[in-house]
């Protein structure tokens, strides 16, 4: 089985170009938004998300600095100058090979020459910092990967939350407008009963109050609703638009009966943070330890002056050892000591939270789907109450202000239904957030 994160390094290294050039496209904007397709769209086109792809390709390019040192270093150089320097004169002289027993060693005269030189350089051992390096940084680009991918699911959940309001505005917005409709009926009869004389001008005045009420409630869901959109649209990453959503088309998958948080982006990336702090440990340890390095260069060198020329070669193998530097090496250990055990603490405190989480997610959940039944049925017997009441208060039989009170009961029953049925998909896409889950199965939540 490929190790995740060979993976994405793999990725990041061979296939980064062509990731960072998809990311810049903006993606088409559906006529119809689903929740599913609202959670792909934002993905791709949150400036959240963006901004998390770019880190991963900073701690990419954090890899490729930690490799150098596996390569060698290698200098090439030229240069010309004349001296009359008896030291300089004298060591151009020999290495042009234009040496004869007439020269006097303490005035040689004056000489160029022009040199050309190449070397290499290459570490051999250096306490094993260079891998130690090289391995926190690869942990540095899972722990990036990571973090986008919690980047996602909190994205993903608000996208979801967000969606639910709407389809709860709507909802809203319906029961309003119909309570509106309902009390222009009635009051279309009450008035009708005043001009014949059978209604006192109180209830019509009753009437006419709640019609202004109604109205006002109606204009408050308006607002709402325009405000859901609105929201809508930034966690899309857009500036403006038009927002048609289907509710029936939402699909959301079922939540599982275990409960755990085992596969949290945020826990991974913890795992991941130790890592690399064990390797930022290992590379403070190997400040107590030597180095060798292994170099070779060769030289050329050409007179003009004196005619001649000459090259030469030097190789060897240096070994370096720091006997004292002032406790950095000691210090840099503690320090990354220090780090490591801090993030292992901090993993202890995270796993106790997510559990907390998993478990008032399931309970919100649970507690969702028990208000539902029961605004469903308080939502039935509101509907035949008023259903009721309309009919008799044609009839006479009742007083308008019972009439009120009965299209109040069946409007706040039809608010509390609505409410409850958008809370039982809020709790399960948090439940489900909370769980390390992603909001639709088998679908693309990367924003690749």
């Known amino acids: ?53 770019q880190r991963i390709n900073i701690a990419a390019a954090g890899v490729d600095r930690a490799r150098v040192g596996y390569y060698p270093n290698v200098d090439i150089s030229a240069q010309y100058g004349q001296t009359n320097n008896p030291m300089y004169s004298f060591g151009n002289i020999l290495n042009q090979g234009t040496f004869d027993s007439s020269i006097n060693f303490n005035d040689p005269g004056r000489t160029d020459a022009l040199n050309l030189s190449a070397g290499v350089e290459y570490r051999l ?39 639910q309001t709407m389809v709860q505005a709507e909802e809203m917005l319906a029961a309003r407008q119909a309570s509106v409709e309902a009390i222009r009926a009635s009051l279309a009869v009450a008035r009708a009963r005043y001009t014949a004389g059978d209604l006192l001008k109180a209830d019509l005045l009753n009437l006419e109050v709640q019609e202004s009420s109604a109205s006002e409630d109606l204009i408050l869901a308006e607002h709402a609703l325009e405000l859901s959109q609105k929201v809508f649209l930034n966690l ?83 070994v370096n050892y720091r006997l004292f530097e002032g406790k950095r090496t000691s210090s840099d250990v503690a320090r990354a000591t220090a780090v490591l055990l801090t ?48 009919s008799r208060f044609r009839e006479g039989v009742i007083l308008s202000s019972d009439l009120v009170d009965v299209e109040m009961r069946l409007t706040d029953a039809r608010v509390r239904q609505s ?14 957030r909370a769980m390390g889950l992603p909001q639709f199965e088998n679908d693309q939540e990367k924003g690749e």
């Open 125 to 163: 051992y250096n306490g094993g910092r260079d891998q130690a390096g090289v391995e926190a940084a690869e942990a540095g680009v899972s722990r990036a990967g990571t973090e986008r991918d919690a980047i996602h699911a909190r994205l993903a959940f608000e996208v979801v939350k967000n969606f």
């Open 236 to 318: 899309l990453g857009l500036k403006d638009g038009s927002v048609l959503i289907d509710a029936t088309r939402e699909c959301l998958q079922a939540v599982p009966q275990e409960r755990s948080y085992a596969a949290r982006s945020e826990l991974q990336s913890l795992a991941y943070a130790e890592e690399a702090a064990v390797a930022d440990l290992a590379v403070a340890r190997g400040g107590n330890l030597p180095t060798v390095d292994g170099f070779a260069s060769y030289q050329y060198d050409k007179g003009f002056v004196r005619e001649g020329s000459g090259d030469s070669w030097m190789a060897g193998v240096k």
């Open 1 to 53: 089985m490929i190790n995740p994160r060979y993976a994405l390094l793999f990725l990041f290294f061979f296939v980064k170009p062509l990731v960072v050039s998809a990311s810049q496209d903006v993606p088409v904007v559906p006529d119809v938004w689903t929740a599913r397709n609202s959670v792909a769209f934002s993905l791709a086109n949150s400036p959240d998300s963006r901004v998390a792809l």
């Open 343 to 390: 993030i292992r603490e901090q993993r202890v405190k995270s796993e106790l939270g997510m559990d907390l989480e998993v478990k008032q997610a399931d309970l919100s959940h649970r507690q969702a789907v028990k208000r539902f039944e029961v605004t469903h049925k308080m939502v039935e017997q509101a509907e035949e109450s008023a259903r009721l009441s309309r």
């Open 419 to 432: 409410v409850a049925s958008a809370n039982i998909k809020v709790a399960a896409a948090d439940l489900r």
